[in-house]
């Protein structure tokens, strides 16, 4: 079963071995809409917004105002109400989906790690790209290759062991780093 996450921040277990650890409090969601394929529409609560169309989704539901957002998560078949946590317990594996910090328009240097040009003495070569394909053969820009733009933002999904998990706040202590700013949304699957 999957679980929409918020990502609180990172600290250490105490102990003689300290250990790095990530807190993610898991979204209060409910099962509206179940599906055959294991998948199903789930309402949870995020910010204030508000407009028609999810009026109308609150009422077709019978929802109350504060379930403001809809996704289509894997549910393994259960009925519509109150999702359950009997997976999320000390000892499971999770499978993490949280997209990366967005550094936007980036050049060489902070995106692909070049080392760029000497910095004094007349040179005019610091943190440009340089030359980046030949006039005769080929004739142009090869694909794929390395250049400025966005950086970040991107999707990763890792897998991670569950340390603690407090049933009453819904705060789970995960192993480890965990991708993306503090405060972003993703996705928690139990593995195993």
Do not use: C
């Amino acid at each position: 079963m999957e679980y929409i996450a918020e990502k609180i921040g990172m600290s250490r277990t105490l102990g003689l071995k300290a250990k790095a650890v990530t807190l993610l409090k898991i979204r209060e969601a409910k099962i509206v809409a179940p599906r055959e394929d294991g998948k199903a529409l789930v309402a949870y609560a995020n910010a204030k917004r508000f407009n028609k169309a999810i009026a109308g989704a609150q009422k077709k539901y019978g929802l109350s105002k504060e379930f403001n957002r809809f996704a289509t998560i894997e549910t393994d078949g259960a009925a519509a109400g109150d999702q359950g946590y009997d997976e999320l317990k000390e000892g499971a594996i999770l499978k993490l989906s949280f997209n990366t910090k967005g550094r936007g328009f980036t050049g060489l240097i902070k995106r692909w790690n070049f080392q760029g040009g000497p910095a004094a003495h007349g040179s005019r070569f610091h943190r440009t790209s340089g030359s980046i394909g030949n006039r005769d053969e080929p004739g142009r820009v090869h694909k794929g290759r390395k250049m400025a733009g966005h950086y970040g933002n991107e999707k990763v999904t890792i897998n991670s062991e569950i340390l603690s998990f407090d049933g009453d706040t819904k705060i789970l202590v995960v192993k480890g780093g965990v991708p993306g700013p503090n405060g972003a949304l993703g996705r928690v699957k139990a593995v195993k």
